[in-house]
């Protein structure tokens, strides 16, 4: 028998929801849906001529690619579409598009159509993350997604790989499903993700290494030095695309990092997105057993009130997390 189905998963997720349940349900349906589309565009976007930039920069100061531009208003009009998204914050939009609502309950959607997407080119893994708030009323919807990343009722991602893995939650574990590619539907592969205690794995983008922390520099000096007896050295693996490198540490244990630039310890500067980045990726990690930290403070309890806010990020296994917030504090 074929495993279960996203939607299937989705209606019984709902019974354990308050009354935002049928909106967040709708809407992770429907980006399940544009992201089997995004998946058959990246195939095929060699051939299409719709690889390489657009010319211009994003309000992140990233160069815009063309399938940023697309991947963006794919996800707008489906997101349009649920009649349940009150706004959208996107990576793509300097301003937060707010949109018509039918129904009770309207949500806030803060997403990354296509992360990662200097893998594009090269034909390495991107993916597509998203985090998910109630309205809650407020003028503009939009400013519902500032505040803690507590406040998120559910979050995931989108993994075009090899495969293409959806990973989701709603404060009830995390569900990992595959892309059955003929039947467009999203089953699930990995029930109730449960994270490994401790890795052998750490993913960081170390020529940066002169500007971090000096928590972080002796926290990765300690995981590169050989102690037998607590499996050291640990291995690097560092894809360049977040998706790709919190999916590995998901199943596989070990730490996802971006710090802060700290070149001016005055003014430290994080590079990944706060909302529709490392919120998201704190929550699915925390629900299945990680924990995801800024090296200073919880991830999640980290206040945004910008909508393009920056944030440093160290996730993955509890206990390598622990670790790192450990030199940071010497
Ligand atoms: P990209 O710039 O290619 O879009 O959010 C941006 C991101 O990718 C993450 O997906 C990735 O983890 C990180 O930046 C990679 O940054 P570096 O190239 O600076 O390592």
Known sequence: MAPISLSEHLATQQATQGPHAPGVATIVGRLSRVAAVIARELAHAALRDRLGYVGGINVSGDEVKKLDIWGHEVVEAALRATGACAAFVSEEAKEPIEMATEGANPLVVCCDPVDGSSNLDVNGSVGTIFGIRAADGKTPAASAALGPGTRQLAAGYVMYGPATTLVYTVGHGTHGFTLDQPSGEFRLTYPDIRIPRRGKIYGINE???HTWHPGQRAFVEHLKTPDKASGRPYSLRYSGAMVGDVHRTLLDGGLFMYPADWSDPQKPKAKLRLLYEVAPMGMVVEQAGGRASTGLERV????????????????????????????YRR
Request: a negative charge; aromatic letters at 6%; hydrophobic letters at 45%.
């Open 207 to 209: 020529g940066n290494a």
């Open 300 to 327: 999640l309890d980290v206040v945004a009130t910008e909508y393009h806010q920056r944030a440093s990020v160290i996730l993955g296994s509890p206990d390598d997390v622990a670790m790192a917030d450990e030199f």
